[in-house]
């Protein structure tokens, strides 16, 4: 997958999908809870120079996942007009030029939201001032000025708490008096 394409997702690779959820033969999911709705995965990849908290000092590749919701008739009818399979790259089969966007913020985006979580370990995270952050992925016009990610620091307790007791120590060495 070259990076900056919007693919779309194969269902059929989701190991936790129960598979009678995916309309068959196409990349639609049914909604678990309401089969007259369903969505379509998209996805790409990125590489973050900027991995492991190092500005340009390590470099990964991330895949971002956005999903186009809508009536399952909808977008069977959608799919067809486009002939989208999974694996396809989305501009190239629409004719569109949308682009994945990562935006992150502090702000609650809808009711219920959960912020957002390290992978790795499932601790939240949250910015330097401890609120938590959400991330959220929008599928933009290439050519819009918003078509830019926005990512926020973020911090799990653990490391919130050794950040604010290095700032009490040091502190309280410049405030000694001791020279």
Do not use: W
Request: glycine share 8%.
């Amino acid at each position: 997958m070259k990076a900056n394409v919007v693919y779309v997702s194969d269902p059929t690779q989701n190991e936790n999908l129960d598979p009678s959820r995916i309309v068959t033969g196409t990349p639609i999911v049914l909604n678990a809870n309401k089969p007259e709705f369903a969505s379509i995965s998209l996805e790409k990849s990125i590489f973050d120079l900027s991995a492991g908290g190092r500005e340009g000092g390590f470099m990964s590749e991330k895949h971002v996942v956005h999903f186009i919701g809508g009536p399952t008739e909808d977008l069977k009818k959608f799919v067809e007009a486009y002939g989208l399979k999974a694996g396809d790259d989305f501009n190239a089969k629409t004719g569109m030029k949308k682009d994945i966007v990562v935006k992150e913020s502090t702000t609650l985006p809808y009711e219920g939201a959960t912020g957002k979580i390290n992978p790795t370990t499932n601790e939240a995270m949250l910015t330097e001032e401890g609120e938590p952050i959400y991330r959220t992925t929008l599928l933009i016009d290439k050519s819009s000025p918003d078509c830019v990610n926005t990512y926020i620091k973020g911090y799990t307790e653990a490391q919130l708490i050794e950040r604010q007791s290095e700032r009490a120590f040091n502190a309280v060495g410049s405030s000694s008096g001791v020279e």
